[in-house]
């Protein structure tokens, strides 16, 4: 994995540079300079990096490539797109999405009663709102607010109960009506993990004859006017653009069929989201088989192909592709504290005056290890150990010989990987995925890499500096949740390797590339541990600046969101103190102070990481 596989996921956002990995935008600032800027102000913990630019550059990507079809395949009609604010409803993120996007007239989805709200108060006049999933008679008389307000909404039905609620809000307001879609229900399914959102068993959607049902309830209600766009959703992240073709022409002739029937004021076809990032950092497992030019060719070029053989008007395209537009703009920078195997290093050898001879063997071996010789030494070495473990058993050495033999074996391995690490043997590699380091880093997986707990979803995931040595050390990272669920394991197949370093005289930091899609809306407190800091980093020319500094919740904050009455917690804790006996009156005023900062810092671990 050459790199950590940057030219694989990073898009051309990052690069390494002189050991540390940068943004590959304007100054060009380092990560590892931003972060350390960032902990001069005693931040711990966990910390959200957003670079909105990232977003600008995926709106301004997905508005070109499909101009660029429809001007190459003469087609008719317009593109325009919504971003599904489920995938991150986050003020910052939002904020972004549309300022950003302000001039494309990018729009917003929202899916229930509260993100209509958000997408009422943040869309702007000339751009398109779409209400997807499941309403009740409130929710879509705010989207006949909505409407009255000036804004281009769309409300999407999921079934006839819905248009039959239509129907009745219309009947007795004097509210401007809506756009009405109309989801269907394709017998085509997608790809991947979220395949299930499409075919005949979706959650979502009409069936043929629920469509035709739909369009007779509209005439009948003198709404056919007001129905002017189809929808259909195959899945999020789309492995494979093959189901996605069949998905279009499927709903292409359903289009095609419904305006030969008399639906005049139909005009769009939304083909929802799915469109995939790459999250995989290893060449032989990429997450998708398609670019964006083929994703936007295809859907172009099938559409307007079955709109010219059926002599049919081609059709606004719409799309909610979120995950493809926010996904890379959020990068998640953790403190490693503790690697679990640095008991093993050589300041922990304590010899004694007369050690066994297998001892001093090893001792003699780990002094004049060179590359000539490192194989057959480590040999001598292994061999050596079994020995010893043997004496051990038989108790003919003690524990303090054990631990030095570990101790010289351990490094004798360590210096052989690195001696090698340019050609390494198959017997290395072995031994090399075999002597595992565990990194404890400060984080919580459940709160900020859900997906990686609930789906096995890998993120990129490298050092931000230290980038100038080779990383030999084959790496499980634990999280601080006391839960072993919390463990991103080594996989052989999709290997991390990371850099042999003292955390006590050095820090170390990880970041988690692609986290700006769902991580943070689905995050969970498990043990309490908050959503962490973030701050919006805006990058110019000469430099960059901080702002939108949120940090993490305290654990006052915490325990009041989920529904304590932090007052008389905190009443009880200082009562506890006060009553106490067994200090002095200055101790108790000690510990008074220190307990009140406790309360106000968040929950995770402030060691000097």
């Known amino acids: 994995m050459k790199n950590f596989g940057i030219d694989l996921w990073s898009n051309k956002n990052f690069l390494i540079e002189n050991g540390e990995i940068k943004l590959n935008y304007k100054s060009m600032p380092s990560l590892i300079e931003i972060i350390n800027e960032i902990r001069e102000k005693n931040v711990k913990g966990p910390t959200i990096l957003r670079f909105p630019h990232l977003i600008k550059k995926q709106i301004l990507t997905l508005y070109n490539y499909f101009e660029k079809a429809i001007n190459d395949n003469n087609y008719h009609g317009k593109f325009q797109a919504v971003f599904p604010l489920k995938v991150n409803q986050f003020p910052a993120v939002v904020e972004a999405i549309t300022i950003k996007g302000k001039e494309y007239n990018y729009g917003l989805e929202a899916g229930s009663k509260a993100e209509l709200i958000l997408a009422m108060a943040k869309t702007p006049k000339e751009a398109n709102i779409t209400v997807n999933g499941f309403k009740d008679e409130e929710m879509i008389t705010l989207g006949f607010i909505a409407a009255q307000s000036g804004h281009n909404i769309t409300i999407t039905i999921e079934g006839l109960n819905e248009l039959e609620t239509i129907i009745e809000v219309a009947k007795k307001s004097t509210l401007k009506v809506p756009n009405i879609g109309i989801r269907i229900r394709l017998h085509s399914a997608g790809s991947g993990v979220w395949a299930k959102s499409g075919g005949m068993d979706a959650k979502f959607g009409l069936t043929s004859t629920e469509i035709l049902e739909a369009i007779k309830l509209l005439k009948e209600a003198n709404l056919l006017e007001n129905f002017t766009m189809i929808h259909f959703h195959i899945g999020s992240q789309m492995s494979d653009i093959a189901p996605l073709k069949k998905a279009l022409r499927e709903a292409g002739h359903i289009y095609a069929e419904l305006k030969m029937m008399g639906a005049d004021a139909l005009k769009s076809i939304n083909i929802g989201g799915g469109l995939a990032v790459e999250y ?317 900062i406790f309360l106000h810092q968040n929950g995770y671990l402030r060691t000097t990481n």
């Open 280 to 596: 995989d950092q290893h060449e032989n497992s990429t997450a998708r088989n398609y670019s964006i030019d083929e994703f936007s060719s295809s859907v172009v070029f099938l559409l307007g192909d079955i709109m010219n053989n059926k002599g049919v008007e081609h059709p606004d395209i719409f799309t909610e592709s979120g995950r493809f537009i926010v996904a890379s703009h959020a990068v998640l920078v953790t403190p490693v504290l503790e690697l679990f195997s640095q008991d093993y290093q050589e300041k922990s050898l304590d010899f004694k005056e007369l050690n066994p001879p297998l001892v001093e063997e090893l001792r003699e071996l780990n002094q004049l290890l060179t590359n000539a010789n490192c194989i057959e030494y480590l040999h001598d070495a292994l061999d050596h150990m079994e020995s010893l473990f043997t004496l051990f058993d038989l108790g003919y050495i003690d524990l303090q010989d054990r631990s030095n033999a570990e101790i010289l074996v351990h490094n004798i391995i360590k210096k052989a990987l690195y001696l090698k690490s340019s050609n390494p043997t198959n017997e290395l590699e072995q031994l090399q995925n075999k002597l595992q380091e565990r990194y404890l880093i400060n984080a919580s997986i459940f709160q900020s890499l859900p997906d990686y707990w609930g789906l096995g979803q890998h993120f990129p995931v490298m050092p931000i500096h230290h980038l100038n040595t080779t990383p030999l050390r084959a790496a499980s990272l634990w999280d601080i949740t006391c839960d072993s669920d919390g463990e991103i394991e080594f996989n052989p197949e999709r290997p991390l390797y990371l850099h042999d370093i003292n955390i006590d005289e050095d820090d170390y930091f990880l970041a988690f590339f692609n986290v700006g899609a769902y991580q943070e809306t689905l995050g969970m407190q498990h043990n309490l541990f908050s959503h962490p800091n973030e701050y919006t980093i805006e990058i110019d020319d000469n430099g960059y600046k901080i702002t939108n500094e949120i940090e993490s919740n305290n654990i006052l904050d915490i325990l009041d969101d989920i529904g304590y009455n932090t007052e008389e917690i905190l009443n009880k804790l200082k009562s506890d103190i006060n009553n106490s006996t067994f200090i002095t009156e200055q101790e108790k005023f000690d510990t008074l102070s220190k307990l009140e």
